[in-house]
């Protein structure tokens, strides 16, 4: 045996990577959820963001990214109690999309755009590159983010991840999440719904989204579908959005987003109402808001 390697093996012997916590220490740091968005995002556990072809995944990932860098209502409906730093890697919408949807939430949520902290990264990380993960986690510390967006996920995965694979596949979403949290950023992938389940009315659910290995890896997950065809021409979007995750978390909301319909003059106006089918509990109206906190119209 080499002296390099009998240094490398000393390192290792020092620095053990199995541990054990006692039960009473683990008692001691109690079990409530560290809310980033209030019923919805809970710190340090991954969430995919899923849902079918063209049903508004990224508009609602960027007001996700908004209300966390604004401390404003999440769809104006979920509390943020504190804000936070954000990034936002892009892969598919481009550069001037995001800019304008961004600008648009933004506008809606009386924010001034240039103040907000989000920022954009437009080449995604390769998930399976221990050089971009390293390269990510200084970006993390050195830009003090505490969130970060990937949209979407199956771009970042590589040529050589077999999607059809949990073995293969899951390893891979390991890794990259426990860069971001070791880095102290909770990661959020945006990901889409097999072909089968694009033509659902309805929110869709975690067996739905594609690729092996997805359901089985997510924590949390906030899911849309369309409860109605788009209109070409309306700017309506009627959504079904069901919300839940590990830490006991579970929603049902139906979702009416309005961009309007001039090009240069879209907007972003939101109505949000608890599913009655599933009975929502709708939090009374507060002495300031004077609305109800689970119906949210502009």
């Not at 404003?72 to 304008?100: D, H, M, Y």
């Not at 939430?105 to 009386?110: E, F, G, Y």
């Amino acid at each position: 045996m080499t002296k390099a390697s009998e240094k490398t093996n000393t390192q290792a012997e020092k620095k053990p990577r199995l541990s054990l916590v006692s039960m009473a220490d683990l008692c001691d740091e109690g079990t409530a959820p560290d809310w980033l968005v209030e019923r919805v995002l809970v710190r340090d556990q991954p969430m995919v963001i899923g849902g079918p072809h063209k049903a508004l995944k990224t508009s609602l990932a960027l007001d996700l990214a908004v209300s966390l860098a604004t401390g404003t209502k999440f769809l104006n409906t979920f509390a943020v109690p504190k804000a936070c730093k954000v990034a936002v890697f892009s892969g598919e919408s481009g550069r001037q999309t995001i800019n304008e949807t961004l600008r648009r939430i933004c506008r809606s949520k009386d924010e001034e755009p240039e103040d907000c902290d989000v920022l954009c990264g437009f080449q995604l990380p390769r998930f399976g590159s221990a050089a971009d993960r390293t390269e990510l986690r200084h970006l993390i510390r050195a830009k003090g983010v505490e969130v970060v967006i990937v949209d979407p996920l199956s771009l970042c995965l590589g040529d050589d991840r077999p999607a059809a694979n949990p073995y293969e596949v899951g390893p891979v979403l390991a890794r990259f999440a426990d860069t971001c949290q070791r880095a102290g950023a909770t990661p959020v992938f945006v990901h889409h719904a097999n072909k089968t389940s694009s033509s659902k009315r309805i929110a869709i659910a975690l067996g739905d989204l594609a690729y092996s290995g997805i359901a089985e890896f997510a924590r949390q997950w906030l899911l849309v579908g369309r409860t109605a065809e788009y209109e070409p021409g309306s700017g309506v979007h009627d959504l079904s959005l069901s919300i839940g995750g590990s830490a006991g978390h579970s929603s049902r909301w139906s979702v009416r987003i309005d961009e309007g319909r001039e090009v240069g003059k879209r907007r972003w106006s939101l109505r949000v109402r608890p599913d009655e089918a599933v009975g929502v509990k709708v939090v009374p109206p507060s002495p300031k808001s004077g609305s109800l906190a689970g119906t949210s119209e502009l």
